[in-house]
T-cell receptor
Framework: DAGVTQSPTHLIKTRGQHVTLRCSPISGHKSVSWYQQVLGQGPQFIFQYYEKEERGRGNFPDRFSARQFPNYSSELNVNALLLGDSALYLC?????????????FGSGTRLTVV | AQSVTQLGSHVSVSEGALVLLRCNYSSSVPPYLFWYVQYPNQGLQLLLKYTSAATLVKGINGFEAEFKKSETSFHLTKPSAHMSDAAEYFCAVSEAGSARQLTFGSGTQLTVLP
């Protein structure tokens, strides 16, 4: 079975641009979460979606948005990119939103803003 | 609010020696606790989790952790280190009952010396 798939794997953008990151969860998983991992730090929670509805939002500015599609895949959008947005963006999928069911992480998208 | 403190950003052990990675948490409600491992250029892999059952939790690859409420700790151990254990390890906490997001520590880089 395929794991959590994220695309692209690497991306370079210029300050002020917009970026869209994509995530396909494990087949049968209905919940997708997004995390940002800045170099040298632990991941930080951005969003969680379940059954196409937002179930949680972390402390990130409105430049960050996400959505989940009927097939449970998800997109993370970041507008007006800043240098500080450079990070590894991780997607995690699970059967249900609650963490005790276990989250499976993808390999991430490494975003570099120049 | 919850938080995680990982003592020691870098830990070195000799192959065959005991591995001990420290994690202390702060949570206003009963927590769920997790240990994840991250290999270079990869996502996070779940090692083990505590979700209010047995306080001694056994995980994959010979790792285990003990939940000590009185010490607010969840230290990760392995009796004998292997070269393949070299990676970054993250402790994470979420709130039992409303466990929609993980709060991660800043990570501990484990080096295994031959």
């Amino acid at each position: 079975d395929a794991g959590v798939t994220q695309s692209p794997t690497h991306l370079i953008k210029t300050r002020g641009q917009h970026v869209t990151l994509r995530c396909s969860p494990i087949s049968g998983h209905k919940s997708v979460s997004w995390y940002q991992q800045v170099l040298g730090q632990g991941p930080q929670f951005i969003f969680q979606y379940y059954e196409k509805e937002e179930r949680g939002r972390g402390n990130f500015p409105d430049r960050f948005s996400a959505r989940q599609f009927p097939n449970y895949s998800s997109e993370l959008n970041v507008n007006a990119l800043l240098l500080g947005d450079s990070a590894l963006y991780l997607c995690a999928s699970s059967l249900f939103p609650d963490s005790n069911y276990g989250y499976t992480f993808g390999s991430g998208t490494r975003l570099t803003v120049v | 609010a919850q938080s995680v403190t990982q003592l020691g950003s870098h830990v070195s052990v000799s192959e065959g020696a005991l591995v001990l990675l420290r994690c202390n948490y702060s949570s206003s409600v009963p927590p769920y606790l997790f240990w994840y491992v991250q290999y270079p250029n990869q996502g996070l892999q779940l090692l083990l989790k505590y979700t209010s059952a047995a306080t001694l939790v056994k995980g994959i690859n010979g790792f285990e952790a003990e939940f000590k409420k009185s010490e607010t700790s969840f230290h990760l151990t392995k009796p004998s280190a292997h070269m393949s254990d070299a990676a970054e390890y993250f402790c994470a906490v979420s709130e039992a009952g409303s466990a929609r997001q993980l709060t991660f520590g800043s990570g501990t880089q484990l080096t295994v010396l031959p």
